[in-house]
């Protein structure tokens, strides 16, 4: 696993999100059968609960995430270095 998609499939976790890294996209249509094309670098799901629900104090989640009380997902791709924006966007 990449050093980068281990530090965001970490920093996921902590903040209460289940995380699967570098997960593989099949083409099955083809006639060789199926084949990998690509894969996501994360996915991440967080599910909803009521605050208190372990009886233990929940931690805040990080306000950078933008989550809110619900289910949340992530699709991700993580890049390193220096942030651009997509000139595509």
Not at 17 to 23: G, H, K, N, P, Q
Not at 58 to 75: C, E, F, Q, S, T
């Amino acid at each position: 696993m990449d050093t980068a998609v281990g530090l965001v499939q970490a920093y996921l976790r902590v903040n209460g999100y289940f995380t699967v890294a570098e997960y593989p996209v099949l083409d099955a249509t083809g006639p060789a059968g199926p084949r990998t094309i690509t894969d996501l670098d994360i996915l991440a799901v967080r599910l909803h609960r009521a605050p208190g629900a372990s009886g233990a104090a929940d931690a805040p989640l990080d306000p950078a995430l933008g989550a809110g009380g619900g289910a949340d997902m992530i699709v991700g791709e993580v890049k390193e270095g220096r942030p651009h924006p997509n000139p595509a966007m």
